[in-house]
């Protein structure tokens, strides 16, 4: 089925309950090849283009789900929008991110989903949309299950603030192409409100937001002159991040009983998780403040 | 039983796409049946979708040449020392060339494998009532349908190509997870999976070996021990203690080949009761016997069609698919497919040993080295494979490409119940090679010396003594490698560069800050060997034609992407003087050439064509000969030409042949080899060993812990370039290889359940980590025993990478850098 409005997916999606949405089909067709899925028949998204655009809607974006990477990544959103551009840059291949989709992303919910950590510090809402019409839920309450989508329901359009402020995207891995993140930091400045906020991907199962380091290091920052951070407070923001967001190492015995470096163990590798949110939280309000 | 097409005519068989020569492996007749004793075939292999296809089919012998359309020939070179592209890259690159998962039969079924969830547990009972029971579903076979045991009951019909102890079906232990325990063959692929899962087995799970220390005193996972082999090697004096000694201890993971094509074949039934075996086998002969022996039926009864090989480094599949497969057809009497699921592949296929290995060198006080001892442990997982074969390759070169006086070395290969390891580029020798030169790196920090410095004073050259008491006897110009090296100017630093144009460790626009990054410089050499060792009857057999104005070579050397078809052409072109040659697709009707692995196809098949096309080359010279009355020496030819030496007389070849067929069939086998001693790991055990060293520059985000290679260079030992640009693609592949073991590749056994069998978890280099990688130097020593004088040239720097690319993330962070894949905890700072 290739429905061509919104309208016509949900009264689809009504008539055949069994009926699985896809949209660019990253995510579903990859478990479908596996023999993990076998949908009894699929509602394609592809077509409807009020989901494939953007607009503005009283200082804030009303995001269609079916924007994909490749047209988030581009100049004139990533001007409003900065770190989910980045997010959507560095998602995946080339191929990947010109046929998946932003709202495939967040019904995915992979804890390594790039643009949910984004999503979680700009404190955006969803639209969900079911034969009784639409709903507007925060992100985070979908992510968390707190309010997770109905039977029959799509999701139709993501509400981002418009903040016109630095905004920045930082993602861990493991190699130097695309990859999985290992961990990401997004973070985001809200003048408005003279508040940061963070939030950590990758490392728990939903984004984390810091809040108590938010918090603090919104207050040490000169919100009416030039924005500067002083270097060690913001290494002081990376540690109360990853302390927040990455449970303390269990020390398996002593460090060095290991012979000849061969440090190792779940103890070196939650260490090494620490550091790496310490680090990217560190760089990202860095590159925010810059 | 129903016989999905009665006559073995060709007018069903339909034509193969665009690039695809006749005959070739998956062209129609390329996988067409009927050879053997099989004379009304049963049924016809093609290509899906082929005859579909509208372009027109463009031969790719005439592409490859240069000739256009209207048949103007543009001069390309022939020959050896040439670099003609390979016939099978147009359709290679156009995706049209047929690999094992397209064949297609009429009629088939579709095969499906269940497995254990078990690393270690009994089988108390298997129910297929539940699969059978589903519509669609033809037969499910177990280890009660196979060969019996000695003593009368099922056992699995353990084989292997040493020991035969992996069985097709577990029978009453599994041994690691994803072991097979049973088959179905149903009428559609998801039937046929549906069906696996639907079949009941009662576990009654064991306590799984995983750690390879604990191999020792555990007690045995299987009757025949949980020692596969130890080797130890007695080599001088024990009391020698030198000036300086470091130790170390080195850890490798568990690298998957990760073919890009999982496994996938096609088995059709015989009427005389065998089968027939289309699967991308790259040892048909072996196979063949060992599917054979399986399925309790002569070898003659089973006849292995290689399709086209989509990817290896060595083996492939194991035999327990094939015969699955096999076993299926001749059950339901219908042809048979499966493809195995990339999380399948992961989990059967053979893998590289994870290897600890414990060092303590000694040297003088000028850097001379003394002494090696060492401890090393390989993974060989549940079965035995191939493990003692590349114990004998970790033993005997412990000590690497240099002179040591006294060498004590105890290696160990153990059973484990992890995944089985097998054939992977430079098995064995690549794990001691991370371990020797970290080693070497220790020592030059200890004694303040250059690294490359303290490599030269050591170096190994030809007449030198391996530990094992074998000499030298090829060339070994080690020395030469490291200067080669030495001269090359360094990549440029990135300063002048705007800072978003570097590429930095974690790829564009990640979170990487010049500000962090450091470069590091390393360098590496290391060694393998050539063919089969310790007596392994290393043989090959190849057969040449002439008719008309073609050649034609026969020839079971699978060319797994190795190139080998290419360098087979050059060879007949060279020696016969003719364009146009063809080469056969290879079955086991015809005589065996062996495995492609170790890098003897290039030494055993490459030497049985020249002989056989030396004999015909003969054949065709000798009535020439005395016709102008000179000996046949002084003939040479040409471009279709038979010219004297004084270019006064002169014939066509056409001419010559009187309208003959000229044929010869000849084998090429290198001097013997003898086992290593059981206790001082002494003998003559190599035939031939080629060397490489290597510089990796990589930059390294010390807090993110995040490497990136800048640049590799290579220079190598190839006795003689062949095919250069063929040798650089080798050299680019096996040094990718080698740099996905260092940083990222790593099958991770969690209690020996396999955590990360797909392409998301486990992470191969993408096209922005593989680096630069510049051929400096081939250096062309010519090996006088070696057909051509030429060397095997892809295990070396598959070995070599991870060593070089360690050191020089160990020249940028200051950190040991004991262990491979490198964990970020172990680079950042
Ligand atoms: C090679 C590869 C690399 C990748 N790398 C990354 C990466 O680096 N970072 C990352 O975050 N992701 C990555 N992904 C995952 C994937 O590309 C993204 O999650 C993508 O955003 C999914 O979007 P899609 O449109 O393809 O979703 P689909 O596959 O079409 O759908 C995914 C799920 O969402 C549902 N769905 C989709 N749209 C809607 C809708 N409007 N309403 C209700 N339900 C809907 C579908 O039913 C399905 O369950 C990668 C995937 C691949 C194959």
Not at chain 2, 147 to 158: F, K, N, V, Y
Not at chain 2, 171 to 199: K, N, Y
Request: hydrophobic share 45%.
């Amino acid at each position: 089925m290739l429905p061509a409005s919104l309208d016509e997916a949900v009264t689809a999606l009504a008539a055949s309950p069994a009926a699985v949405p896809v949209a660019g089909g990253t995510d579903l067709m990859g478990a479908v090849n596996a023999g993990l899925l076998r949908p009894m028949a699929l509602i394609g998204l592809g077509r409807i283009n009020e989901l494939r655009g953007w607009q503005y809607q009283d200082g804030t974006a009303q995001l269609g789900a079916g924007l994909t990477h490749a047209r988030m990544g581009r100049p004139d959103f990533a001007a409003l929008m900065p770190a989910l551009a980045e997010a959507a840059r560095s998602a995946g291949p080339p191929q990947v991110r010109n046929a998946g989709t932003l709202g495939g992303n967040i019904v995915t919910a992979d804890p390594a989903g790039d643009t949910l950590p984004v999503l979680a510090a700009l404190e955006a809402t969803v639209t969900l949309v079911g034969p009784e019409g639409g709903r507007e839920v925060p992100v985070s309450h979908l992510l968390t299950g707190l309010d997770p989508m109905r039977g029959g329901e799509l999701l139709g359009y993501v509400r981002v603030p418009l903040l016109h402020a630095p905004q920045v995207f930082l993602k861990a891995t493991g190699r130097t192409g695309p990859s999985r993140a290992v961990a990401s930091v997004a973070l985001v400045l809200d003048p408005g409100r003279r508040a940061v906020r963070c939030a950590v991907g990758a490392v728990a199962p939903v984004p984390l937001r810091p809040l108590e380091a938010e918090q603090w290091v919104s207050g040490c920052i000169d919100w009416d002159g030039d924005r500067a951070i002083d270097p060690a407070a913001a290494a002081a923001f990376g540690e109360y991040v990853a302390a927040a967001c990455v449970p303390e190492p269990q020390p398996a015995g002593l460090p060095d009983s290991q012979p000849d470096g061969m440090e190792g163990g779940p103890a070196a590798a939650a260490a090494r998780l620490r550091r790496t949110v310490s680090v990217l939280a560190r760089r990202a309000l860095g590159r925010a403040l810059k | 039983m129903t016989l999905p097409s009665s006559s073995g005519d060709d007018n069903n068989l339909t034509a193969p796409g665009p690039g695809v020569r006749q005959g070739d492996p998956g062209s129609a007749t390329g996988a067409a049946l009927g050879g053997g004793t099989a004379t009304a075939a049963t049924t016809t292999a093609t290509t899906v979708g082929g005859g579909t296809l509208t372009q027109p089919r463009i031969p790719a012998q005439v592409a490859e040449r240069g000739e256009g359309a209207d048949g103007t020939e543009a001069a390309e070179p022939v020959g050896l020392g040439t670099s003609p592209i390979r016939a099978d890259a147009l359709a290679k690159a156009m995706g049209t060339f047929p690999y094992a998962a397209d064949l297609w039969a009429e009629g088939l079924l579709w095969g499906a494998v269940a497995r254990s969830p078990y690393a270690h547990a009994r089988i108390l009972s298997i129910d297929y009532g539940p699969a059978l029971a589903i519509p669609g579903v033809y037969a499910v076979v177990t280890a009660a349908d196979l060969r019996l045991g000695p003593t009368g009951q099922p056992d699995g019909a353990p084989s292997g190509p040493i020991v035969q102890d992996r069985p097709v079906f577990a029978a009453d232990v599994v041994r690691h997870f994803g072991e097979p325990v049973a088959a179905v063959a149903a009428d559609h692929p998801d039937t046929a999976r549906l069906a696996a899962a639907a079949i009941t087995v009662a576990y009654e799970p064991l306590e799984p070996l995983t750690d390879p220390e604990a191999a020792f005193t555990a007690p045995p996972i299987h009757p025949d021990g949980n020692l596969f082999r130890h080797q130890p090697v007695r080599f001088g004096d024990p009391e020698v203690v030198g000036d300086v000694v470091v130790e170390g201890l080195y850890k490798v993971g568990r690298q998957d080949p990760a073919p890009i094509g999982a496994e996938a074949g096609l088995a059709v039934p015989r009427p005389d009761g065998g089968v027939e075996l289309h699967v991308a086998s790259t040892d048909p002969h072996g196979d063949r016997d060992r599917a054979a022996h399986c399925l309790g039926l002569e070898p003659d009864r089973v006849r292995l069609v290689v399709s086209g090989v989509p990817g290896a480094t060595a083996d492939r599949e194991d035999v327990g698919f094939q015969v699955a497969l096999g076993l299926l057809a001749i059950r339901t009497g219908h042809p048979v497919k499966m493809a195995l699921t990339r999380e399948e592949s992961f989990l059967t296929h053979p893998h590289r040993h994870p290897a600890l290995l414990r060092y303590r060198h000694h040297a003088d006080a000028e850097g001379r080295l003394l002494k090696v001892e060492a401890q090393l442990l390989l993974d060989g997982g549940a079965y035995a494979e191939v493990s003692s074969e590349a114990l004998a390759a970790a033993a005997a070169m412990a000590a690497g490409p240099y002179v040591v006086p006294h060498v004590f070395v105890d290696a160990w290969a153990v059973r484990t119940n992890n995944p089985p390891a097998g054939r992977m580029r430079g098995e064995g020798s690549l794990q001691t090679c991370f371990a020797y030169e970290s080693q070497l790196d220790r020592l030059a920090a200890a004694l303040d010396l250059d690294r490359l410095e303290i490599r030269r004073r050591n170096a190994m050259s030809t007449g030198d003594l391996l530990p094992t008491g074998q000499a030298v006897t090829c060339p070994a110009p080690v020395s030469e490698l490291l200067d080669a090296l030495a001269a090359e100017p360094l990549p440029p630093l990135p300063v002048d560069q705007p800072d978003d144009e570097w590429l930095l460790p974690g790829g564009p626009g990640g979170a990487g800050d010049p500000a962090a990054v450091r470069r590091g410089i390393g360098y590496a050499v290391g060694m393998v060997h050539i063919l089969g060792a310790e007596g392994a009857d290393e043989v090959s057999t190849a057969s040449v034609r002439v008719s008309g104005s073609q050649a034609s070579v026969m020839c079971t050397a699978v060319d797994t992407g190795t190139g080998f078809s290419t360098l087979a052409r050059q060879i007949v072109q060279d020696v016969l003087g003719i364009t146009d040659v063809y080469i056969a697709p290879v079955d086991t009707d015809q005589p065996p050439a062996g495995p492609s692995a170790r890098g003897r196809q290039t030494w055993v098949s490459g030497g049985a064509v020249e002989r056989a096309a030396l004999m015909v080359r003969h054949q065709l010279l000798q009535p020439l000969a005395m016709q102008f009355g000179m000996s046949p020496e002084l003939l040479t030819i040409s471009d279709g030409k038979i010219t004297s030496y004084d270019g006064v007389l002169g014939m066509p070849v056409l001419q010559a042949l009187e309208g003959k067929d000229l044929w010869a069939t000849a084998q090429c086998r290198p001097h013997p080899t003898e086992p290593l001693d059981s206790e001082t790991g002494q003998g003559d055990a190599f035939v031939g060993l080629a060397f490489c060293a290597m510089r990796a520059v990589v930059d390294v985000d010390v807090e993110l812990g995040t490497v990136r290679v800048v640049e590799l260079a290579v220079a190598q030992d190839v006795g003689r370039a062949l095919n250069p640009e063929q040798i650089e693609a080798r050299i680019e592949a096996g040094a990718t290889q080698g740099l996905g073991l260092a940083l990222m590749e790593d099958l991770v056994s969690e209690g020996g359940r396999i955590s990360n069998a797909s392409f998301t978890r486990y992470r191969l280099p993408t096209s922005l980590d593989a680096p630069a990688i510049r051929v400096v130097a081939l250096l062309e020593e010519r090996d006088v025993v070696a057909p051509f004088g030429a060397k095997a040239v892809g295990a070396a720097p598959a070995t070599v990478a991870p060593a070089a690319v360690a050191a020089a993330v160990r020249a940028a962070t200051g950190r040991q850098v004991n262990r491979l894949p490198i964990p970020a905890e172990d680079v950042a700072l």
